[in-house]
């Protein structure tokens, strides 16, 4: 039954904060990640011959995040919200622009990154993994796994209660704990984590990033999607190495403050001469 009509985001701010709605896509979200982590940390029993149980299981955790906006949507929006959701990422809109800055805003900063580890005698990094097309191609998959979630079901309404930046920070610090199964893959794994604080901040930087992309592209989930799969491409590189994810950060954080300063809190999105005229002559 339909709980909520035509609230599904044309642009990238929906009509309303509705908390209960993302109280229980956050529940569908994590729930099977949590019960993931636990097996993984040996505080969850689980048979010694689950048989395909618990395949299955790591599978929902992976798509959860896309699950969850789906059933959400399903729910409260039916099939025009589906149908909605679907056409804000198979669009063909996207500027040329803005694909410019998806693909190469990470191998800029890793271009910047490596120019300064240099001059300060500090180690060489690649602009790009070697064999960066697999990892691209999963990162890919990865953004369909979670940015129809986060990006396309999540931000637009936090968006209905406050601005693009504060937004983004409290997405990124609920983003970041999903990923918790990373820190118990096994040693040189390319996505294993070892530091949980630069992980997070690293989050919430591309969780600000993300956010400017979204609504600079009038919502476009296939621009976020697009864009998790580059920065996926470029944090794998780095990931284990302390010194080298410390210059990565610094320079994210200089990024993100630039960003910040040029288009604004709000809405990460620079007013048109037109529109700030309008807000003018609307003041008392």
């Known amino acids: 039954m339909n709980t909520t009509q035509n609230t599904q985001p044309v642009g ?25 982590v636990l097996v993984a940390a040996g505080i969850l029993d689980f048979p010694s011959n689950p048989g395909p149980g618990l395949s299955i299981l790591f599978v929902v955790a992976q798509f959860s995040p896309l699950i969850a906006a789906l059933v959400v949507t399903a729910a409260t929006e039916g099939k025009a919200g589906l149908q909605a959701l679907w056409k804000r990422f198979w669009n063909r809109d996207l500027s040329i622009k803005w694909l410019l800055v998806i693909l ?68 990124g610090v609920l983003w970041a704990p999903y990923h918790l199964g990373n820190w118990f893959l096994p040693p040189g794994h390319a996505l294993r984590q070892d530091s949980f604080w630069e992980f997070s901040l690293w989050i919430i930087l591309i969780s600000i990033f993300t956010t400017w992309i979204f609504n600079n592209t009038n919502g476009s989930i296939l621009a976020a999607v697009l864009f998790h799969a580059v920065a996926t ?38 007013q048109k001469s037109e529109d700030v005229v309008e807000q003018e002559k609307s003041m008392p």
Request: proline residues 5%; hydrophobic residues 55%.
């Open 104 to 171: 190469l805003f990470n191998p800029m900063v890793r271009l910047i990154a490596n120019l300064v580890s240099r001059a300060v005698g500090g180690e060489y990094l690649p602009l790009l993994d070697p064999n960066f097309i697999s990892p691209l191609l999963f990162g890919i998959i990865f953004g369909v796994q979670e940015e129809f979630g986060w990006r396309g079901y999540v931000l637009p309404r936090f968006q209905a209660k406050w601005n693009a930046l504060t937004s983004s920070v409290i997405l």
């Open 12 to 36: 990238y701010k929906a009509k309303a904060f509705e908390a209960r709605n993302l109280i229980l896509y956050f529940l569908i979200a994590f729930l099977p990640v949590f019960v993931v």
């Open 233 to 270: 491409n470029g944090i794998v590189g780095c990931c284990g190495v302390t010194w080298t994810m410390e210059l990565l950060l610094g320079i994210y954080l200089v990024a993100a403050i630039i960003i910040v300063a040029i288009f604004g809190p709000k809405n990460l999105v620079r």
